[in-house]
Nanobody, 114 residues
Framework: QVQLVESGGGLVQPGGSLRLSCVAS????????MGWYRQAPGKQRELVAT???????RYADSVKGRFTISRDFAKKTMYLQMNSLKPEDTAVYYC????????WGQGTQVTVSS
């Protein structure tokens, strides 16, 4: 059984930074990609950033230049460094792992407010 556990969310002022982490456990294919998605109240879940098993990355236009996704293969951990945060970044952030099927974490709340 695959489990994804996110951490690092919280309340931050506009312009601040947060670092999210997602730790994967269980058995799954080594050829997997991971990503961060977010869902704001009343909105659909949207892609934030992804990283493939080959470490290619992709970002939503709204976060390019501010967010950085990375992964540690040995630790089965993925990170999202979020800088220059804006109120519109407020959402529940979900970790995703694609290994034949999609696995999701429980989500971590990020609130950007003064």
């Amino acid at each position: 059984q695959v489990q994804l556990v996110e951490s690092g969310g919280g309340l931050v002022q506009p312009g601040g930074s947060l670092r999210l982490s997602c730790v994967a456990s269980g058995s799954f294919s080594s050829l997997y990609s991971m990503g961060w998605y977010r869902q704001a109240p009343g909105k659909q879940r949207e892609l934030v950033a992804t990283v493939t098993y080959g470490t290619s990355t992709r970002y939503a236009d709204s976060v390019k230049g501010r967010f950085t996704i990375s992964r540690d293969f040995a630790k089965k951990t993925m990170y999202l460094q979020m800088n220059s945060l804006k109120p519109e970044d407020t959402a529940v952030y979900y970790c995703n792992l694609k290994a034949g099927i999609d696995y999701w974490g429980q989500g971590t709340q990020v609130t950007v407010s003064s």
